[in-house]
């Protein structure tokens, strides 16, 4: 048995499972071939305000989290698809130079922040799905010449509950202090970081996440998702 299918929950491993024995097919319409066909990655398209925040700091995301942008997402979160990490790793790579505010620091780096899960969540996934799409998504800036670097600076404490169905402030009460700074994680003082996650509902976990790394000494400049709820 191979070791990581050991780590993940009854769904994604029988999604994994499935992936070694069936040749692979497009997430969004089934289409054989690849994890995500181009018809289906081309709904993410150029970064757009979401609704739920406001100007003072402001969240992007590629398409809405609807049809086959849905579809895409909850696979790769919920179905373990992780054939569909590297395109949209990359989907994410081509938006981060558009974003308004965004910036690399002052040698060119891009620094990436990317939204924890809930442990038990991410063990059920096999790890943390928004630090892969993190991950694809510097190494795709990279292969464009622009040099990115990954840093898992926020941590979410055991306590926090699923978000699934609270509203703004009950989500903003649910992590209230159990968004934390991950020390071994965190970039230099003063670096300028784009966070990253897969949806955005309320907006409230990408407040808390800004509030902890600024009080932690690190600006982040904007955030960029998959998709808008």
Not at 8 to 18: F, N
Not at 27 to 43: F, I, N, Q, T
Not at 69 to 83: D, I, N, P
Not at 194 to 204: H, I, K, Q, S
């Amino acid at each position: 048995m191979l070791p990581y299918v050991t780590k993940q929950g009854t769904a994604a491993r029988a999604a994994a499972l499935l992936d070694l024995v069936l040749p692979e097919h497009c997430a969004g319409c089934d289409a054989p071939g690849r994890a995500c066909c181009r018809s289906c990655l081309a709904v993410f398209g150029e970064p757009r305000q979401a609704s739920a925040t406001g100007p003072a700091e402001p969240t992007y995301a590629l398409a809405r989290h609807a049809d086959v942008a849905r579809t895409l997402v909850v696979a790769h979160k919920e179905r373990g698809r992780r054939g569909l990490t590297r395109p949209l790793g990359r989907a994410l790579a081509a938006a981060v130079p558009q974003l308004p505010a965004a910036r690399p620091d002052a040698e060119g780096t891009w620094w990436l922040v990317p939204v924890p899960s809930r442990p038990s969540a991410a063990r059920a996934r096999g790890g943390s799905h928004v630090l892969a799409l993190a991950r694809a998504c510097a190494a795709a800036l990279s292969e464009t010449g622009r040099p990115a670097a990954v840093a898992p600076a926020l941590r979410l404490d055991a306590g926090a509950r699923d978000a699934v169905g609270l509203d703004r402030a009950q989500r903003s009460a649910n992590l209230a202090g159990r968004l934390r700074i991950a020390p071994a994680g965190a970039p230099p003082p003063g670096v300028p970081v784009v966070l990253l996650d897969d949806v955005v509902t309320t907006g409230a976990t990408l407040a808390a996440a800004r509030g902890a790394l600024r009080n932690a000494g690190v600006e982040p400049l904007s955030a960029l998702t998959l998709t808008a709820a």
